[in-house]
Structures are given as C-alpha cells and as structure tokens.
C-alpha cells in the first residue's frame, strides 16, 4: 500500500521533478517548498475527489448502532457519516452485557474467586483459571419486570487441543452477585476440533423477574482453564429491517397526523426517515415512537476520508486505484504550470480508471466520464 511519501514522489517523478527523501517530514511546512508542496496539496485534492465521485464506495462503509429511547423520536448519525444508507436499518434489541467481547481487558465485570482461582483476560477472551478453588466473573444488569431474555456465549477449553478439558462451566441470572434463583445451568466445551477452533456455541432463555438482575459466570472445575467469549444478553425479540419513507410519505404517516406526540401509539418502530433538525450533522428518525428503551437500529453510512498528513499515512482507496491518485494529481499539477495539452492526457487517464473502478467496486458499466 503507497504512503503518502510515496505518491507524492510517484508525482514528482510523473513532472520529472526531483524527489523527496523517504524520511521526510510532510507535516513540516519546511518540508516541501515550490512545487513538492503543491504536489503535496494535490494529492489529498485527488483522494477527495475519487471519493466523493461516488456516494457508496464500499471502502468508505461504516457501521452505525444507536440504542433508542422510549418517547424520543430523533436521533444523530455518527460525525463521521457523510451520507448514511437508507435502506440498511435493522432494529434489533439492545446488548445489555458490558464487554461481553473482551477486546482488550475485563472491564466493566467484577471477579468473585476462591483459593487460587482467578479470572483474568486473555487474548480477546475472558479467562477463568479455577486453580484449587473457583474463578468467576460477575456484572449487574438494568432489565424490565416480565419480559424475556436470551442469553448467549462461546467458550473453549484454553489448551485449543481438539479435546475438551473443561467439562463444565456454571452461567446463572440472579436477583443478587452471584446467584442463581432466576436461571442457571452447566455448559461444557464440546470434544474434538472444529471450524471454530474448540469454540462451543450455547444459548438459553430467562424472565426478569425484577429490574435488577446480575449474571455470573464461573468455573468449579479444579485445575482447568476455560476461555469465554461473545457474551450476550438481548430481550428475546427478532431482528426486522425498518422501511424507509420519503419526503411524501413522511408527511403522510408522521407530520399529518399527532400520533407522535401521543403515548397511546407509541409502539415498535416499523419506518426510517431523514430528518433535518441539525444544520452540522446527519438526523433520522423512527416511526412509531420507541414505546420502550430496550430497541436498537444498526445501520450502515458511508465516510470522508481524511486528508493524509504524515509521510506515512496511507489513503482508504484500494491499493490497486492508487494508480489514480497519481494521475489526477498530476493533471492538477500540471495546470499550475501551464501545460493544458499534457494536463489532458493525464485527465483521460484518470476517467479511464475512474470508469474501470466503478465497474469492478459498483458494477456499474453506463455512466459519463468523469472530469
């Protein structure tokens, strides 16, 4: 993958310009003078224009996730969002495990162990090592009276060796640290390999039988080690992709009417719409009105790139349009200096390849060359 450096000085060599050193500091304005420098501006110029020729390249993909609240309607798209994708919307209920991937620590879980037991994190996974006594993690969960739950987690035995040294591990929902008076059971690592590397899949349902529970996961079994990983808890309601409403439809089924204003139709959102209640950021909103906190939509937007600025930072773009770059950084190059005739060709350079990566990244064959 090309470097900032490096496409700066493809340019430079494209004008028969001396290049830059490869240790130099393209943050320093005394770096560059004259014509390295305008190079320089022209090649952040040219990922800008690559970029924003198309609104849904999918090397500028990102996923959003909002959490919903009951009685609010309207709701702010990430600040990197450009433009977001309508028709990706999927509400889905809300993750109530803190951490439950243990990217990088434990936290947000509190350890419970005895005798040499400990519960410590491990390469993107909860470690429970119960040593001559037991290991165990907790954490308090915020829940509705009545309503039920699903419960999900992986876990394997720590030596990844195709047989399962863990015969058990304990995950139980109490009213209390470490009870088990809602739900409980024992889950064991499954024998032998599989595409998952030992990993064992396991689910199971509760209702709240309060608003406060905690759920606590714990080894018994002396002298092993299990890993855990992908713990969940969701209300037990499937996923559904929310429908987009136009500007007319919109005003139809939300504006028309005071059914948004009104708790009696508050219910489970079905629709997606854009909004423009912010002059700096992106809005949308949900219709009907959340009749309760325990949704979330997840949804794809699309960024802008940010402009390179190390000598080492490296574009979005694919590698094989960096080719690009170059070329239409040449051409801007190039009308500085006064050369329209040469500043063309590199022009019909560029639209030849704009076209050739829309095919390929769009599959979009008809379109007018860009300029």
Known sequence: MAT??????????ELNEPELSTSADLTSAAATVGIQSTVKENVNKSIR?????????SYLVAAGTQPLTA?????TAPTAANTIDWDSFILLPTELVTNGTYTSNITGWTTSN??????????DSLSLAAGSGTAAVYQALSVTKGRQ???????????????ALNPSLDVSIGTSALATDVATGSYTSASGSNDEGD???????????ATAHFLTIKNTVASSTVLVDNVSIRENIHPKSLKYLNEDEWRQRVASTDKHQNPDHYSEPDHVYKTNSSPTALTFGVSPVPDKSSYSVEFDYYTTPTDLSA???????????HDLIVKRASYYTLLTRSDP????IYLQEYSFGLQRMRTDLLNRKNYMFAV
């Open 4 to 13: 900032f450096i490096t496409l700066v000085n493809k340019v430079l060599v």
């Open 311 to 321: 000598s080492g930072d490296t574009p979005s773009l694919p590698t094989r349009y």
């Open 114 to 123: 005895s005798g040499t037991g400990a519960g410590t994190h491990s390469t």
């Open 149 to 163: 739950y699903m419960v999900t987690f992986a876990m394997k035995n720590s030596a990844d060796s195709g047989t």
């Open 341 to 344: 005739q040469l500043a063309q």
């Open 71 to 75: 009685g609010i309607m309207e709701y």
């Open 199 to 209: 990993l064992s899949y396991h689910n199971f349902t509760f209702e709240a039988s």
């Open 49 to 57: 224009d690559i970029s924003t020729s198309e609104v849904e390249w």
